[in-house]
């Protein structure tokens, strides 16, 4: 859990299951997408090793960029069939964004991304105006994630810039895994936004607050402070779960198989060689590496 820079490359941890960085840990902080499922259907293997160290007595709090209320993706994971025992509780990227509309509550608002992200907005002083006469702007997604990228929304974020709205990304992901399929997120939009010279707020990881709505989360249901050391991070993006997670002096077991799979896994094998070229390229450095999460 370094900064590599320009170091050399070395020879990194890889493991075979959970268990071997589990020792000492009281709380994980486990990704979602891409680690427990693949947007088509639950890892049983990952949700009975999350099973595994409840049972020994750790809590386990789902992290997720994912632009909607904890309760909705509770639900999706319920039909994707990832058992409730494998977690304790939920704290999603919607969450933090929902507070920060509650902040800008009556202010007319943009959106950007599908209607399946609306109950981001639910219950809360909303009303909705078009981009040219917003006051700031909340990106879900893309409206077709299957047929847009980020560029196709540059006029639009012309028009925002030049009026210096401020965007609120509520999923900073860049791209997410749909099956066997990479589908670009908020992050995309957001990031292209901030290239450009706009101002962007970002909800979730990498970014502190909802890591810290996380252990606020874990310290209730361990009754008590619980230190850095006896927290572990579980995710598959180095852009988000690693940098967010290391940022917070917080260790992480990487899962390969995620996003990065192409760069780091040859024939659908963690491969030492390239993860440790891979990881010597790196600004950070997780603390382990395992194909998928397991016990």
Request: proline residues 5%; negative net charge; aromatic residues 6%.
């Amino acid at each position: 859990m370094s900064a590599t820079g320009n170091a050399p490359a070395r020879r990194v941890r890889l493991v075979n299951g959970l268990s071997a960085v589990a020792a000492g840990r009281e709380l994980l902080i486990c990704d979602i997408w891409g680690v427990i499922h693949n947007g088509v259907r639950a890892f049983q293997d990952s949700c009975e090793a999350l099973a595994r160290f409840r049972a020994g007595g750790g809590a386990v709090v789902l992290v997720s960029n994912a632009p909607r209320p904890s309760a909705l993706v509770r639900d999706m994971l319920d039909r994707l069939g990832a058992p409730r025992e494998a977690y304790d509780g939920i704290v999603t990227s919607g969450d933090i964004t929902r507070s920060a509309i509650a902040e800008r509550a009556g202010r007319p608002v943009f959106m950007i991304g599908p209607a399946r992200d609306r109950p981001v907005f639910d219950g809360l002083d909303v009303r909705f105006a078009p981009a040219e006469e917003a006051d700031y702007v909340v990106c879900t997604g893309l409206f077709d994630d299957e047929n847009e990228t980020a560029e196709t929304y540059r006029p639009v974020l012309e028009g925002l810039l030049a009026r210096d709205v401020e965007l609120v990304c509520a999923n900073p992901d860049l791209v997410v895994e749909r099956g066997d399929r990479l589908i670009p997120c908020a992050g995309a939009i957001a990031a292209l936004y901030a290239r450009m010279g706009g101002r962007v707020i970002y909800a979730g990881k990498p970014h502190a607050p909802v890591y810290e709505a996380a252990f606020a989360f874990g310290e209730r249901l361990k009754n008590g402070p619980i230190p850095r050391r006896a927290m572990l991070a579980i995710g598959d993006s180095i852009h988000t779960d690693v940098a967010g997670a290391v940022g917070m002096g917080v260790d992480v077991l990487f899962v390969a198989r995620g996003v990065h799979a192409h760069e780091v896994m040859i024939g659908g094998t963690l491969d030492q060689a390239a993860v440790d070229a891979w990881a010597a390229a790196q600004k950070v450095v997780p603390t382990a590496f395992i194909d998928h999460l397991r016990w």
